[in-house]
């Protein structure tokens, strides 16, 4: 496109080499420096009074000198942090195909009724009688989750995932004892489709891990599981949808072998959010089940602030669940925080306090917003996109387990680049230059350099087009033999590509000033 004077209005082809800016900056694509490498250490942002005289407490140990802040205006410090996140790739800026535990979009209701006073304000410490519309909350939160998994009982308080996991085995190992078979069932079967977390979990709390082999076809098979069953046996932790992205179909049968072996079965629902509405763990014999809020009913991912993963117990399991929960009482609801005022028998407690408010808001705010169909449907929409997805590469980008339907999320492997000099983590920073963030590399590990790829529910039908054709763009490239086009990759992110095993193994963890100028000139 041309202006009026004729001059072309886009960036083309012209490179960003091409043009060099005395600042270095490109036009909105700044150049940022660290924060201690934008002020003065001779000036402040605010002005403070000297502090009148006083007699010092801490033994001599007071600073001497210095302690080298920079001074910055708020303007400056504005400006630092907006152009670092302007630096960063979200769910706001652009498709994020990181499968696995890809971040479900937020709606921005959610974050509103997040904010709500009587939400975001009360504290853990308030007297019951004042937070009764939180309790109430947090109660129907709990039916909701109940109900969609046909479950009897759950337990709000887990912080994330993988502390939920550590929840429902604890709850399991706690109805074993009760059983008194604590000494004599401590083998824990995790299939090798499952997530990394499930065998380190269950190893934390004392068990003996025994893997069950995946089949060429990507499944568990009941009868490996079988050949593995005995009186030692706990309880299996499952995965399902399992992380090749393939719902399990003799999940059924396998919950019925672990039940006739007396062991119980833990299954990770950090994929739940494929068969919300569709189907119900409950149904299918599962035990225990830790639901990820963020990948499935839309709140903040755990790992960027407070997270939240509560863990839905079936009738056999419930009995042994942990406090602090909510019951209504007959003055209203009521906070059981001391195993001894509960009726059943809670294994103890895994957190100080109750859980993540903001998180329990924001999921039924989803849910309420959406309704049952609503929820059904944004299951339905997120297997159509992933399959979507993998009808547009399959002929290009080879699947390690067939051309078969998948589910939330589409899995290839590296077979489609042998010959071309480029791994799937060239594909990955390739993508960067692209302007997609990467899907999730190497994982599951069962398949040889996988690209699990997790476009979610959200996606219109444009977006995946652009996607798909603009991996289709990068996997003709690199079978045309256009090997610096990735080896080199990222060219245009703010930073070039790291040297990982030198990050890894010999990190920068401190900063160090620069040498003044007229040092450095000597």
């Not at 060099?20 to 402040?44: C, H, M, S, W």
């Not at 709990?142 to 998994?149: G, I, P, S, W």
């Not at 078969?404 to 010959?419: I, N, R, S």
């Not at 990735?486 to 040297?499: N, S």
Request: glycine share 10%; aromatic share 6%; with cysteine.
């Amino acid at each position: 496109m041309l202006n009026r004077q004729g001059r072309p209005t886009t960036a083309g082809q012209a490179g960003t080499t091409e043009h060099p800016t005395f600042t270095g900056n490109k036009a909105l694509a700044q150049v940022e420096p660290l924060l201690f490498e934008i002020g003065r250490y001779d000036t402040t942002g605010v002005d403070i009074d000297e502090p009148e005289d006083f007699e010092p407490r801490l033994g001599g140990l007071e600073r001497k000198e210095a302690i080298g802040l920079p001074g910055l205006s708020e303007p400056e410090t504005m400006r630092h942090y907006v152009r670092l996140s302007q630096m960063n790739y979200g769910i706001d800026t652009g498709l994020f195909p990181l499968g696995s535990c890809t971040m479900k979009h937020n709606a921005r209701l959610n974050e509103r009724m997040a904010r709500l006073p009587g939400f975001s304000d009360v504290h853990p410490l308030q007297p019951v009688s004042t937070v009764q519309g939180a309790l109430e909350l947090m109660n129907e939160l709990a039916r909701y989750l109940v109900t969609l998994t046909n479950m009897t009982a759950v337990a709000l308080s887990p912080k994330a995932g993988a502390h939920g996991e550590l929840c429902g085995m604890m709850a399991i190992k706690a109805a074993i004892e009760a059983r008194g078979e604590g000494k004599t069932r401590n083998v824990v079967l995790v299939p090798d489709s499952a997530h990394g977390t499930n065998p380190a979990t269950a190893a934390l709390i004392g068990f003996v891990v025994k893997p069950v082999p995946a089949r060429e076809d990507g499944f568990v098979h009941v009868d490996d599981v079988k050949e593995r069953l005995g009186p030692d046996v706990a309880a299996i932790m499952l995965t399902n949808p399992n992380t090749c992205g393939l719902f399990e179909p003799q999940v059924a049968e396998i919950a019925k072998a672990i039940h006739e072996a007396g062991a119980y079965f833990y299954c990770d629902g950090a994929n739940f959010n494929a068969i919300v509405g569709k189907a119900r763990p409950g149904d299918l014999g599962v035990d225990a089940m830790h639901i990820n809020l963020h990948k499935t009913f839309s709140t903040p991912h755990g790992g960027g602030g407070p997270g939240s993963g509560p863990v839905v117990l079936s009738e056999r399991v419930a009995p042994y669940a942990p406090v602090p929960f909510v019951r209504m009482g007959k003055d209203g609801f009521e906070l059981v925080e001391q195993a001894s005022d509960a009726a059943e028998k809670p294994f103890g407690r895994m957190t100080a306090f109750h859980g993540q408010m903001g998180m329990y808001v924001r999921a039924l705010s989803y849910m309420l917003s959406h309704g049952a169909d609503g929820m059904k449907q944004a299951s339905e929409d997120a297997v159509l996109n992933a399959n979507y997805i993998r009808a547009g590469l399959s002929d290009l980008m080879s699947l390690p387990f067939g051309d078969k339907p998948c589910m939330h999320e589409v899995l290839f492997d590296d077979a489609w680049l042998k010959d071309t000099g480029v791994t799937t983590l060239d594909v990955a920073k390739a993508m960067i230059d692209e302007g997609y963030h990467p899907m999730t590399m190497y994982f599951p590990l069962v398949v040889h350099g996988a690209m699990l790829i997790e476009p979610t529910e959200s996606e219109s039908k444009a977006s995946l087009d652009l996607f798909i054709a603009t991996l289709r763009d990068l996997a003709m490239a690199a079978k045309n033999g256009e090997t610096e086009r990735f080896t080199g990759a990222p060219y245009h992110a703010p930073r070039r590509r790291l040297d990982e095993t030198r990050a890894a193994r010999n990190p920068v963890l401190k900063w160090t000033p620069p040498a003044p100028v007229a040092e450095a000139a000597e």
